[in-house]
């Protein structure tokens, strides 16, 4: 997992691997979520690299939703594949994610808001 983090949009830019399993989910959520306990207010999580993702990869976003809520900021989604964007479709989840094609749209909206 890949992150950079951009002042400017109090956000950090999240890479995920080729696969989003449940084996790793704990970890992964752990280590996301202490970055907004830390203070960044809104992740931008590009799935670009993301071959597969199961439920528990959806759980995980999820936890970043409440969260970033909680803080006053957003997750954003950039560049799903099309079998992890119909995944985010068949769960609904597109009614609280927005969805972007690059990281640019997505840093933008998130600088807007």
């Known amino acids: 997992m890949q992150q950079k983090h951009i002042a400017d949009a109090n956000a950090l830019v999240i890479r995920l691997p080729s696969e989003v399993l449940m084996s790793q989910t704990p970890t992964y959520r752990e ?12 992740m931008i999580v590009d799935l670009s ?3 597969y993702m ?12 409440k969260k970033a809520r909680e803080n006053g900021g957003r997750v954003v989604l950039v560049s799903p594949n099309d079998g992890v964007r119909a995944l985010i479709e068949l769960t609904n989840l597109t ?8 990281e640019k749209s997505a840093m933008e909206q998130c600088v807007a808001h």
């Open 49 to 51: 690299s993301v071959r």
């Open 31 to 42: 280590a996301l979520l202490r970055h907004m306990d830390d203070g960044v207010e809104n």
């Open 95 to 102: 009614h609280i994610f927005d969805i972007y094609a690059d």
């Open 54 to 65: 199961d439920s528990s990869g959806l759980s995980i976003l999820v936890s970043l939703h």
